[in-house]
């Protein structure tokens, strides 16, 4: 979009008298021959080059009768995307290549080409046919990132973002199927990404200092799946739209990125809803501070989103009971944004308690909120008078359960009691549409049948005359079978002669005077008379009136309706909130989770606690009780927990149990365990696992290295951190020389840290560094097999087993056997290099003799386990 163009829409509909004709130039429309243009298509180029100029790259859809078509390279390119034949529309001198869907399909295909990344613009036809060019106009501008119609949206959020650089990183994020919009300003790129993932926005607007500058934006494009548009990101523009949409410039924006990044996306989704935007009414500026830090590595080793493989399950998958979308959307947002204030956690505690602890009421809620639409989504259509009559009339049903849910709610304070403040009934509103909106009303306004009787008496007067005439009509057959002694005649319609009387061949000799033919056919013929041409033109008239006056009255309705937006809005929050509190209260008591208690010393205690994601897969496969659970303890003097053991043992399970019970803690919820002792954190930051970045050319060792990084900059005295094999990538000697010297760092920094590694040689930190304790998952080898106990207890494992669980992979024994035998050998180098190692760095002149015993003790006792 050229920069200072105004981001408001033209008017898109166009008919021939309004076009020149034109040469076919070979960029505007693919074919053959030389000639000019024919009209519609002429129409078409106007309006794909006008659509082309705002959404570069978008897909006209034309519609044509009941088709919706694509002309010349745009025909190639949609018979590629949908699958769809290629043809041609040919006229005398001139040949071109088409692809078109029907209309019935419409919704599919649209569907198809959002998900593949392409913007949509539908061209409807907006007038009768005639004898003419038909006139069209640009009804609809779909991209991933700004639908508002249910008919593509799913329940999840669907963001729009935009992003702006000045001092450090301004990101926008606008949902415009509900409203919500909120910024935020980064310091590093790396937050910024962060965020971005946390949000997981489906199409991003980049500044022209980001896109146009080609190592950040393949940067960026190797780390997002995304869309990415072009914007006006200038700053008079960005504060001209914060004012149009805001009626101001809202005080927060103190900075010129922040104000270039909200006006861009406001000006974008401006385009996209064609001006209209009143669903977004307040801004929200948010600090990433105020939530504990989740970077993206935390959410993709936790699996809180999205699970590692297709068939697998997420934490989010697990936790969502909810009964609406709206809460299905909130808890979302809870999970990507724990809290850091323990009374506000607490607060959320005490509601999923209440919940919990009352079996009747839990069902009651939830079989009431079962009863209720999107009402966050069906506010913000209100609020642009889009809502379709159907969507009006789920508004009324939604908020007529507002007062039963705040009946529910009534004897209980606390969160409970402010969500029952905020369920404001709304009676004014369900009584208008009560009153205009008959109980199951058409899918589009227009099409008859809409309005109540008895709302508007110039409507139930029309209705009656029409009714009139049809009555006569209806009794027609009977009067004129009497009156003509013609026993068999009939009344018909259809839609060439409109209403007739059919005679059969027997008894035309019996036809009167004033019938006239207007058919013959083989047995029988059809004929009309005067009145009943004018009763037909009358009842159509009726109708026509009829319609036009339900339209002008559901449009005034949704227009009165749009002056409740703010209360609909706030009552769909509360409604959100309930249903999540409902839904983790229903995880809690279905699968004997525990409420935490708050730590008063910063300390962690988890007794015989569970995997959520891993119990609740167990027993969805029908091994319920299958999990074997574990205790955790951090701080009162140990802080580090360094856990050795075998592969397919339990390690990551371990380390994954406590983060997901820290970060369950913090949104409110119950956790998974028998008790639960926790303390507030400011970020979880993990490194589990392998991963590469083939196509930004890192390694899996400097993907490794690069997390490492920034959780060793990022980590406090209040973090937790869970790592597992860090140092894995390299050589052992520099693997273990880093593993070490993290290991060390974080227990200088005070963080709570647990650290899976299979260097055995760092179990020997015990002894130097006070608060670092062994622990180890129980494996025993007998008889040749591997048994996994997947109970973590105190100590340093004996060995890793990697040979047996090689053996138990099912590589071949002679692998396997040979494997055994070097690894004998490897052991006894290894050993004697370590106390070489050890030897080098003992200062003997200040060896005591009994010191000197220990460390010949130690030796031994290590020359009697390898011999052994």
């Not at 009414?281 to 297709?310: I, K, N, W, Y």
């Not at 060439?496 to 019996?510: H, I, N, P, T, W």
């Not at 891993?614 to 580090?640: C, I, M, W």
């Not at 209040?718 to 993290?742: F, N, P």
Request: aromatic fraction near 6%; include cysteine.
């Amino acid at each position: 979009m050229p920069a200072g163009r105004p981001n408001m829409p033209t008017s898109r509909s166009s008919k021939a008298s309004n076009l020149t004709p034109a040469r076919v130039p070979a960029h505007t429309l693919k074919g053959t021959g030389s000639g000019t243009l024919p009209p519609m298509l002429q129409q078409y180029v106007a309006m794909r080059d006008e659509v082309q100029e705002e959404f570069p790259g978008a897909l006209l859809l034309f519609q044509v009768g009941d088709f919706y078509e694509t002309f010349g390279e745009d025909a190639e390119r949609a018979a590629r995307l949908l699958g769809l034949a290629l043809t041609h529309k040919s006229s005398k001198d001139f040949s071109t290549p088409m692809a078109g869907v029907p209309l019935r399909t419409l919704d599919a295909q649209i569907e198809k080409l959002l998900s593949q990344g392409v913007r949509v613009a539908v061209a409807d036809q907006v007038e009768e046919p005639g004898s003419g060019l038909v006139a069209r106009e640009v009804t609809q501008l779909l991209t991933p990132g700004t639908l508002t119609d249910s008919r593509w949206l799913s329940a999840d959020e669907n963001y729009l973002a935009a992003v702006a650089t000045g001092e450090g990183y301004a990101l926008a994020l606008l949902d415009v199927s509900t409203g919500e919009f909120r910024c935020a300003a980064f310091h590093t790129r790396t937050a910024l990404y962060d965020e971005l993932s946390r949000w997981r926005t489906r199409e991003v607007l980049l500044a022209p200092e980001l896109s146009e500058n080609g190592a950040l934006l393949a940067d960026f494009q190797s780390r997002f799946a995304v869309m990415l548009s072009p914007a006006n990101f200038g700053e008079a523009a960005a504060e001209a739209e914060l004012r149009a949409v805001l009626g101001e410039l809202p005080g927060t924006l103190d900075s010129p990125a922040l104000r270039r990044a909200c006006g861009a996306v406001l000006g974008y989704a401006r385009l996209t809803q064609q001006g209209r935007l009143e669903m977004v009414r307040r801004l929200t500026r948010f600090q990433p501070g105020a939530h504990m830090a989740l970077p993206d590595s935390t959410l993709r080793a936790l699996e809180v989103f999205t699970p590692h493989s297709p068939q697998g399950l997420s934490l989010m998958d697990v936790l969502c009971e909810t009964r609406t979308a709206g809460g299905r959307r909130r808890l979302r947002a809870w999970l990507r944004a724990p809290l850091l204030d323990a009374l506000s956690i607490a607060a959320r505690q005490d509601g999923v308690e209440t919940l919990f602890a009352r079996a009747d009421l839990r069902a009651g809620v939830r079989a009431l909120l079962y009863r209720a639409h999107d009402l966050e989504r069906l506010a913000a259509r209100v609020s642009t008078r889009r809502a379709t009559p159907r969507e009006v009339a789920a508004l009324a049903r939604t908020l007529e359960l507002l007062p039963e849910a705040a009946e529910l709610l009534i004897p209980f304070d606390g969160l409970l009691g402010g969500i029952r403040a905020r369920l404001e009934a709304l009676p004014d509103v369900v009584q208008a549409i009560r009153g205009a909106l008959v109980d199951e009303p058409p899918i589009r306004a227009g099409e008859g049948g809409l309005i109540r009787e008895g709302y508007s008496a110039e409507l139930d007067a029309l209705r009656a005359e029409a009714l009139a005439h049809r009555a006569y009509l209806a009794d027609l057959e009977g009067t004129e079978r009497e009156r003509t002694g013609i026993s068999g005649l009939k009344v018909g319609f259809n839609g060439v002669f409109g209403y007739y009387l059919e005679v059969s061949r027997a008894q035309l000799d019996k036809v009167p005077p004033d019938y006239h033919q207007v058919a013959t056919l083989k047995d029988r013929a059809r004929f009309t008379r005067p009145d009943l041409r004018e009763r037909e033109r009358e009842i159509a008239r009726l109708d026509a009136a009829a319609s036009a006056l339900e339209l002008q009255v559901f449009t005034e309705l949704r227009s009165t309706l749009a002056y409740s937006a703010d209360a609909l809005a706030e009552a769909a929050g509360a409604l959100a909130e309930l249903d999540v509190l409902a839904a983790l209260a229903e995880v809690a008591a279905g699968r004997g989770w525990v409420r935490p208690q708050p730590s008063e010393d910063a300390s962690l205690e988890l007794t015989q606690a569970r995997h959520p994601v891993v119990e609740y897969a167990l027993s969805q496969a029908g091994q319920a009780g299958a999990f074997v659970p574990n205790d955790a303890a951090l701080g009162k003097g140990r802080h580090t927990l360094l856990l050795t053991g075998p592969n397919m043992a339990g390690k990551s399970t371990y380390l994954r149990t406590v983060a997901l019970a820290a970060l369950l803690h913090q949104i409110g919820a119950f956790v998974p365990a028998e008790a639960a002792t926790l303390p507030v954190y400011d970020a979880i930051h993990t490194r589990i696992g392998a991963s590469d970045d083939l196509a930004g050319g890192r390694s899996t060792f400097m993907v490794e290295m690069s997390e490492l990084a920034a959780i060793l900059h990022g980590a406090t005295a209040q973090s937790l951190v869970i790592l597992d094999e860090v140092g894995r990538g390299t050589s052992t000697l520099d693997g273990l020389a880093i593993a070490q010297a993290a290991l060390e760092h974080l227990h200088r920094c005070g963080a709570h840290t647990l650290f899976a590694t299979h260097y055995f040689e760092l179990t020997r930190l015990e002894a130097d560094l006070p608060g670092l304790v062994n622990l180890h998952v129980a494996a025993e080898e007998a008889g040749g097999s591997l048994t996994f106990f997947h109970q973590v207890i105190p100590g340093a494992a004996r060995q890793s087993y990697g040979v047996e669980v090689a053996r138990l992979a099912g590589l071949p024994a002679q692998v396997t056997g040979r494997s055994a035998e070097l690894l004998a050998a490897l052991s006894v180098q290894g050993d004697d290099r370590a106390i070489r190692q050890e030897l080098a760095a003992l200062d003997l002149s200040r060896l005591t003799p009994l010191e000197a015993l220990a460390v010949l003790h130690r030796w031994k006792s290590g020359a009697g386990e390898g011999a052994g």
